[in-house]
């Protein structure tokens, strides 16, 4: 019984956080995002920023703060405090419900995907014109700012190729069959998520890397914790990750990128690109640093007789 509320309460709180930590950031973007300010770009890449800074002394509070309590007090007090927490958030956030920008969802864009990858394939026979810029041919919705397709990916154009307009399409505009013509933006849109897919791919590294701060706490368990006469929980050594973000996300924000914007003429210093390889190779050198310390730390259990004795805790500073 015990293993089921445990397993059931771990289970409630994956769902949770499924639901919040894709949303809360572009919720937040939209309360903010105002296409009308010049100054808009540079606003919402500020916000991204602080919205991990304020992310990052959250988590280092609860690492802190909150495992202290729990080694000190137990696990129920340590448990309840979180409880208490997020029952306050939902209440402050259900309160401020009338206050919010609410951007109305749009279809979903997977069933768009499929829908041009299938009329892509059943119009594979038509012959695609030399140019786009055929005025037309390709069918788009009354004031779309997307007319007519690019030339790259051009087998995907076929998707929205008006054949016969008169069965094509219906006295309101719309396709009679969405599985056979699609709009001019849906055909973009999967274009630019095939785009994304490289770019995106390099990311897996990132995500390697921060899948791995579980391991530092297992680490800290087995070296010598002591600062003076206390001795810091190894669950909180996660903090010093956060700590770091937190500092260099700030700095960045306010001393780096006004130097680079000086230096390079550009408003953001770096490209996103220039920014995503260096981001790459930090968290490559880093996880180079984590095995060189496994290593000594290995060879120092094992020469101090825990071979045999995972938990075994080593005269080695977890500093």
């Not at 390709?138 to 929205?160: E, I, M």
């Not at 396709?175 to 770019?199: F, M, N, Y």
């Not at 579980?214 to 929980?233: D, L, Y």
Request: proline letters at 4%; glycine letters at 8%.
């Amino acid at each position: 019984m015990q293993y089921l509320f445990l397993f059931t309460s771990l289970a409630l709180m994956s769902f949770g956080a499924g639901g919040i930590r894709p949303c809360s950031l572009a919720f937040a973007a939209d309360q903010i995002n105002n296409p009308k300010n010049p100054k808009n770009a540079r606003i919402m890449k500020s916000f991204f920023n602080w919205y991990y800074v304020s992310v990052g002394v959250s988590v280092m509070f609860s690492v802190v703060f909150i495992v202290y309590i729990q080694v000190k007090a137990g696990w129920i007090i340590g448990f309840g405090i979180p409880v208490g927490l997020m029952l306050f958030s939902s209440v402050m956030f259900f309160l401020g419900s009338f206050m919010y920008v609410k951007v109305k969802p749009n279809k979903t864009l997977l069933a768009g995907f499929a829908q041009v990858i299938v009329a892509s394939w059943k119009n594979r026979h038509l012959t695609l014109p030399p140019h786009a810029n055929n005025s037309g041919l390709w069918y788009f919705h009354s004031g779309s700012n997307l007319v007519q397709p690019t030339d790259k990916a051009r087998f995907l154009n076929k998707a929205c190729i008006i054949k016969n307009r008169e069965k094509d399409i219906d006295s309101n505009g719309m396709p009679t069959d969405p599985w056979s013509l699609c709009t001019v933006r849906q055909v973009e849109e999967l274009k630019a998520v095939i785009k994304v897919l490289p770019i995106w791919s390099t990311g897996i590294t990132i995500a390697i890397t921060i899948s791995q701060q579980s391991f530092s706490v297992v680490q800290a368990g087995t070296m010598n914790r002591m600062v003076h006469n206390f001795e810091i929980p190894s669950t909180s050594y996660g903090a010093f990750g956060i700590l770091t973000l937190t500092i260099w996300v700030a700095i960045y924000d306010r001393i780096i990128v006004p130097l680079l914007t000086k230096y390079t003429k550009k408003g953001k210093g770096l490209t996103l690109k220039q920014r995503m390889g260096i981001g790459i190779a930090i968290s490559c050198l880093a996880t180079l640093v984590a095995a060189l310390v496994e290593k000594k730390r290995r060879n120092e259990a094992i020469r101090e007789g825990f071979i045999d004795n995972p938990k075994g805790v080593v005269n080695m500073s977890a500093m």
